[in-house]
């Protein structure tokens, strides 16, 4: 039995590299305050800091514009 070639073919680019996933601001304020209020976030792993870091500096942004 003969086997067919996987098409490997993707229609859709490639994502941007500094694209951002949009988030609801009242959702990303309620995580980013559930963060802050939970006792013993100083052991969650480094990219989950680094994760509500980038939401704080977002909300910032959008404040300030």
């Given at each position: 039995m003969r086997r067919g070639r996987i098409n490997t073919h993707n229609p859709l680019p490639p994502p941007d590299p500094y694209g951002y996933i949009q988030l609801a601001s009242g959702y990303?304020?309620?995580?980013?305050?559930?963060y802050d209020n939970w006792t013993g976030n100083e052991q969650v792993p480094s990219?989950?800091?680094?994760?509500?870091?980038i939401l704080r500096i977002e909300l910032s942004?959008?404040?300030?514009?």
């Open positions: 990303v304020r309620e995580a980013v305050e559930a990219r989950v800091k680094e994760l509500i870091m942004r959008q404040d300030e514009g």
